[in-house]
C-alpha cells in the first residue's frame, strides 16, 4: 500500500467528505423519511403491503451490498487510478432519479401502481448502494492516519445533520397545510430539488477530497471473496460495530419513518416536526465540539457506552411516561438524541478501525468488500425498522389514505410504537459496543503503530 503524492491531507478534505454524506443524504433521508407517509396517505396503499415491499426490497438490498461492494476490489474504472469515486460517478445520477420517481403521483391504480412503487423502491435501493459504498469505503484511501480518518468521520456525520437539519426541517412547512394535511405536488418538487443538490455535492467530494492511497495489485494475483468472508467472521470489532449499528439504523429509519405520524396524529401539530428537526443543530454543535476533546481522554469506546447508557435512561421514561404536550415532548426526545449523535460522529471511525484490524490480525486488506459487510447490518436495520414500523401501523388498525380518520386506541398506540423504537436501539448499542466490540483505546495505539511500522518496512 503506498501513498500518491498530492497535496497533504487538510480542511478541503473534510470539506469534500461533508458533501458527499450530503450528496447521499438529501435522497437516502427523504427517502426513509417520508417514503412511507407519501405511499400511505397520498397513493392510498396499505401499510401491511409496504410493510412486505421494505422487507423484500431490504433484504435484496442487504443481500446486494456485498455485491456491489466487491466492485471497486474487483475492477478498476478509467485512467485515473482511483479505486472509490469513479463509481460513484457512475451511480449518482440514477440516485437522484429514483428520489423523484419515488414521490411522484402517478395516475396509476391496482396492480400497476403497486408495481411502480415496488420499482421506483428497488431502483433508489441498488442506486444508494451504488454510491454510499465506494464513499463510506473511500475513507481509507484519503489518508493511513487515523487522525485524519476521525477528523473525516467527524465530517461525514455533519454532512447528514446538515440535510436532517436544513433540508429535512422544511419538508413539514413545505407539504403539509395549516390543518396538517399533505400537499402531493410539493413533495415531487422538493425530490427534484434534492436530486440536483445530490449530483452537486458528490461532485464538490470528488474534486475536492483526493484519493491519496494505491494498493498495489500483484500481477496474476485473483481477487478471493471466500477470505475476505473468513477475515470478516474473525473480525471480532467488525462484528459488535454492525451489532451496535443494527440498533442505530432502528432509530434512523425507523423514528424517521414514524415521526410524522406521532405529530400528525398523536399531537395534531405537524409544526413542532420542524422543530425537532432544527433542534438538533444545537446539539450537533455541542457534540461537534465536546466530543473530540472526550474521546482523547476516554477512548471512542468508552464515550460510546456512557452517551447510549444516559440515552437509554432517558428514552425509558419517555416511553413509560405518556407526555402529552408536544413541546415537552420534543425538547425532551433533543436531550436524548445527544447519545446517539455522539454515535454518529464516531462510528465511521470506528469501522476504519476494523478495516485495520483484518490487515493486522489477518493479513487481509480489501476496504470495499469489508465495508459492504459492514454496511449489510445497516440494511438489515434498516430492513428491521422499515418492515416493522409498517407491520406495527397495520397492527394497531392504522386506516390509510388522505382523509382517513385513526380510532382513538390507534392514536394511542402510536406513542408507544415510536417511542420503543430509541429504547431497543441503545440497548443494541451497548451490547455491541461494550460486550462484543474488544479494541480499546490502548489496542488501537497498539495496532496503528505495528501496522505503520509494516508499511514502513514494505517501502
Partial sequence: MSQNKVRPFGVRDQIGYVFGDMAGSFVNLFVDAYFLTFCTYVLGISPSWMAGLFLVARLWDAINDPIMGSFPDRWTLGKSGDKFKPWIKLFMIPLALSGVLCFS??????????????????????????????????????????????KLSRARSIGGTVVGIGALSIVPIVCFDK??????????????????????????????????????????????????????????????????????????????????????????????????????????????????????????????????????????????????????????????????????????????????????????????SMYSIYTFSRKIGSTIASTGAASALAAIGYVSGVNAIQPAETVNSIYYLVNAVPVVTCILEIVGIGLIFNLNQKETAKMYKELAERRAAKN
Fill in 179 to 368: 390543518d396538517s394535511n399533505i400537499i402531493p405536488e410539493r413533495f415531487t418538487m422538493i425530490a427534484v430539488v434534492f436530486g440536483i443538490l445530490c449530483i452537486v455535492s458528490y461532485l464538490l467530494l470528488c474534486n475536492l477530497t483526493p484519493e491519496r492511497v494505491r494498493q498495489e495489485k500483484v500481477e496474476g494475483e485473483k481477487f478471493n471473496y471466500g477470505e475476505v468472508l473468513k477475515a470478516a467472521f474473525k473480525n471480532r470489532p467488525l462484528i459488535g460495530v454492525m451489532v451496535a449499528t443494527v440498533g442505530s439504523m432502528l432509530f434512523i429509519t425507523g423514528s424517521g419513518q414514524l415521526r410524522s405520524y406521532i405529530y400528525k396524529e398523536f399531537y395534531q401539530s405537524t409544526e413542532f416536526m420542524s422543530l425537532a428537526s432544527i433542534g438538533t443543530l444545537p446539539v450537533m454543535i455541542v457534540c461537534f465540539i465536546l466530543v473530540p476533546k472526550i474521546v482523547s481522554k476516554f477512548g471512542k469506546k468508552n464515550v460510546i457506552l456512557v452517551m447510549s447508557s444516559l440515552n437509554l435512561i432517558l428514552s425509558s421514561l419517555i416511553l413509560f411516561i405518556q407526555i402529552q404536550d408536544p413541546l415537552v415532548y420534543t425538547v425532551l426526545n433533543l436531550i436524548a438524541t445527544i447519545g446517539q449523535t455522539a454515535f454518529t460522529i464516531l462510528i465511521w471511525a470506528l469501522v476504519t478501525d476494523c478495516l485495520d484490524y483484518s490487515e493486522w490480525k489477518m493479513n487481509i486488506r480489501a476496504d470495499g
Fill in 105 to 150: 403521483n402517478v395516475p396509476f391504480e391496482g396492480i400497476a401502481l403497486h408495481a411502480w412503487v415496488a420499482f421506483t423502491y428497488v431502483l433508489y435501493g441498488m442506486s444508494y448502494t451504488g454510491t454510499s459504498m465506494p464513499f463510506g469505503a473511500m475513507a481509507s484511501v484519503v489518508s493511513t492516519d487515523p487522525i485524519d480518518r476521525s
